[in-house]
């Protein structure tokens, strides 16, 4: 029958693609008006009289956070397979000790967590704690009005305003901001850019060649000749993460590249990038400075220094040349290094492995990025809840103040962990193990105790970010803190019907850009024929997009700025 | 795989003949067409198999053998301990309880109402025959969607129950047309002489027709079984606690363990990543009742398959 159709529908493991999300999203959306007819996104910040059962009268950046009475809220919790939910987790027990609430939860398999979420929201049944939505998700059920305009009770949440304020975190929130001046998402707040997206190296090659770890691309670019000039019948980068979207391949390197050369890429790859000299918005894909970037791409794959089929490549394709000595280079984040490359290269004698410094480029020595993590959409019924004052500030508590964050992080001191992270004394309990720290502990922190669970513990200080490091990434953590942070572009968002349009033309365009991108740098196409490429960009409505992303510029400007 | 005997033309003895060997040499393009088929049949064999044998090395290998790929068709730097960690976690078990609990609920429904329905579908002289097969097709093509599938089962209070699984599939549209076609092929003389001997129209379908259809019961228990014991899609969407997921849930989240890992730049959840080799047990585990099952079943489900298209 009917259902017998959906059980079998979604079978492909693949990851969506963020239009595929975005098309099923906007369907949502539209069921989502039929379904909640508006509900409960009328009244306004200012009557809180009926909604204060179990709120603390005084609530301010410091205090512990504790409800009058017992309050249950119904909560969506994501369930990690490498650390499945377990009711039993110590975290339940003690925050409920902590601040008197408990939750009622809805546990989701990581592997559909979207999906479930859309569907819940949709059909107007979701929990009234929505956590774990990446930007711009949720901008898909605005329209329904099935999540609140959390901006408007931001007064309730003082933990949140006082980081906002303190790490000048307003031009980061701006990107989250819709048309009419709201954002609907609380993102977790980080206090600085955090790199952690790289490239690793055989450092024993390094030694053997008696080179140093190279400081900018031009760097890199002689490090694997003389690689190659050592191995001559071998590719010394072979690169990976090439099925994510939205990058034509090797996503992860064009995305570090891209801020090298002061542009975008990869798998951070925008439509358009924000022109401070000329005041407003160009389209990235036919930048001088992605010219640049595609050229020096070009350059390593033309003296065979990059692996062509880097960007076509399964991961597990990449992972084998490098663990067998294939390759020297790959791209890495701090995890991979531990988890896989340094595993996969042990049976090579004397093999070692480092992930470098980001190396600099043409931009300087900087890095960019937003400040804001994924966060917690809040269902709009919950306004009418007699408790929903109570529930913003023990959002506020949890996801913000600065003892919340180091609860859901570390847990509790004494028993999962000692010293402070302010002054670096910051340790682990000697049974406890997380990641690469304490690996002889017995007792996982995620897995036994459901803290550092994704759900609740992401964003906050540099030094509570710091304290998760081994010394070998602390190392590259403070090369990357001494780099600048390049402001972020205005907020220009779009109306409903023209982010339709805007869709429509992103998705030939992204097609076409990374179609060729992938032929110059492959140098099927010489790159002598760059202005014809940039004349089809227009053809294919570059311009027209990159005008009505700087109207809606200049709309939000005049409206808002 | 097809035994290559059965196409061979049946030997036929002369009449009062002795039984000398009248054997009929196959002719040469029928030889070199045995040999092709034997090639491509084993071809597809191979490629069939592969993947299997290939989870199944690599359940019993180190996962530093499967990082560098060394593993193939024979396990590398052999392992068991993957295994016993698998099995020691309670709620996989737990899962798999409840896969064998939906499976069994959900074909005992599903068989109920689909001889059912069947049934009465099967007789000619029924008014509304029609109506009643149009309903049912109309469900082949078209359906309410995600969401009102969802709100349906939620209002009816079904979510976080075995039913929120076992009902909304109850009947499945293309199984209900070949078992009607099946009771249609038996000879109505039969049923006749049943009610002539005073049986009940209930008592006609339970002692003539079921005992008479073994092979297409069979094949279609079969279908469903499988059906519901891979399957997650329902299970997911309404059931709200882990502990009343199936096991193909709990797979599915590990293998996406692996897979989601390293989604766009922003990392902030250091998702761990699931090793390849408890992927493959947890794969090997699930397969195996099915698999086991299969063989004995299998002489039903190809002679009630022909049996239902060619005779329906």
Redesign the interface.
Known sequence: ??????????SS?N?LTRRKILTAAAG?AT?AVA?CGGGGSSKTNSDLSGNRVGAMDKFGVGDQFKATAPITFPIMVL???????DAKWLFWSELTKRTNISFQ????????YNQ?RS??V????APTIIPKT?HPAEEAFIAGGAILPVSDYLDLMPNFKDKVAKWNLQGDLDQLRQADGKFYLLP?LHQDVWA??SIAVRTDVLQKLGLSTPQTWDDVHSMLTAMKAAHPNQYPLSDR?SS?PPGPGAN?LL?VLGTAYNTQAG??YQHSTWDANAGKFVYTGAMDQYKQMVQYLHTLVSEKLMDPESFTQSD?QA??KF??GQSFVISA?A??VI??YR??I??IPGASVAKIPVPIGPAGAVKV?VRT??GVMISSKARNSKNFVAMMQFIDWLWYSDAGELFAKWGIEGTTYTGSVEDGTFKLAPDVTW?GLNPKGTKNL?VAYGF?N?VFA??GSTKLLDSQFPTEELAFQNVMNSRRTLPLPPPHPLSATDREQATLWETTLLDYVNQQTLQFILGRRPLSQWDQYVSELKARNAQQYIDMINKAYQDYKQKHG | MVNISMLRPERKAAPGAPPARVRIRPGRGYRVFQVVNALVLTGVVVVTLYPFINILAQSFSS??AI???RVNLIPHGLNLTTYKTVMSDS?FWRNYRNTVEYTAAATFVSMVLTTCYAYVLSKKQVKGRGVLIGIAVF?MF???G??P???LV?QLGLRNSIWAIVL??????FNLLVMKAFFESLPGELEEAAAVDGLSTYGILWRIVLPLSKAVLATMILFYAV?YWN?W??A??YM???EL?PVT??L??????A????????????????AANIQAVTIVLTVIPILTVYPFIQRYFVSGVMLGAVKG
Do not use: C
């Open positions: 029958m009917n259902a017998a159709s959906s059980m079998n529908a979604p493991m990851a949502i069921v379904g369930s990690n397979p490498g650390y499945p939910y939860p809805t546990v989701v398999p990581l592997s559909d479930k569907v819940m949709g059909a107007g049944n990446y977790g952690d997206y993460w994510t992860s995305s798998w951070t597990d992972k084998q663990a067998t984040n995890q991979e988890n896989s595993k996969g042990a049976s990025g993590e994924n990641a995620q550092f994704g992401y964003g | 996962e530093h990082e560098t790929g709620m469900t078209f359906n309410g995600l969401i599938n969802y709100v939620s909304p599939n109850a009947i499945n549209v059906t399957s899609f329902s997911f969407l709200d606690r882990s997921f849930v709990y599915r989240n590990i293998i996406a363990g897979t989601v890992g390293a989604d766009n730049g922003t990392a902030g959840d250091t998702a761990l990543q699931i």
